[in-house]
């Protein structure tokens, strides 16, 4: 028997591969290898099955990371800060910048998805703007840093081919470098 979580986590895959479209009970039974009845077991039809694949994509891909952050043996918030760029820039973030650009897209064809992608940014740019006021600049350039982080990852997941972890991850460390004004030896010269 297939999980609630199961269907989701594959819908969240067939997202990130094939766009919102995509995702038909069809193709999630096929994929799964399981009859509608067990979709139907779990769900009420499509438009609940969307429902609750928005609030997984945004728990699975925005809560759970700021959660592992606020649990992870990180103290400071530079410390935080780097812990949560590492995890996004990761190779291992399951599906890559895919997921994201997927979910966009929905975004820009219907309404519960447009709202759900406003709530995960605004939630996003709130949690780096928290992290970024303990890097010792001033409130806006604060906010500045974070936004540009967060902009950052957008475009870079856009990139034909996506912008690699490591690459990133560069980015990441040179952005907070050029906005905190130290340079690459730590000697704020």
Request: net charge neutral; glycine share 8%; with cysteine.
């Amino acid at each position: 028997m297939v999980t609630k979580q199961e269907w989701l986590d594959e819908g969240l895959a067939i997202l990130a591969e094939l766009g919102a479209p995509s995702i038909t009970i069809d193709r999630l039974c096929q994929r799964l290898g399981m009859t509608k009845g067990s979709f139907y077991h779990h769900f009420q039809g499509m438009r609940g099955y969307r429902t609750a694949l928005l609030e997984h994509f945004e728990a699975k891909c925005t809560t759970r990371l700021i959660d592992e952050v606020e649990r992870g043996p990180s103290t400071t918030p530079r410390a935080k800060l780097d812990h949560l760029l590492d995890l996004v820039a990761s190779a291992k973030h399951e599906h890559g910048p895919d997921l994201d650009v997927g979910m966009r897209a929905w975004a820009l064809q219907d309404e519960e998805a447009k709202q759900t992608q406003q709530r995960v940014d605004r939630t996003r740019f709130d949690y780096l703007r928290i992290l970024t006021r303990g890097l010792g600049t001033d409130p806006q350039t604060a906010a500045d840093i974070a936004d540009l982080l967060y902009l950052t990852l957008i475009g870079a997941g856009h990139m034909v081919p996506p912008t690699k972890p490591a690459e990133l991850r560069r980015l990441f460390a040179q952005l907070i470098r050029f906005g905190t004004g130290e340079n690459p030896r730590g000697d704020n010269r």
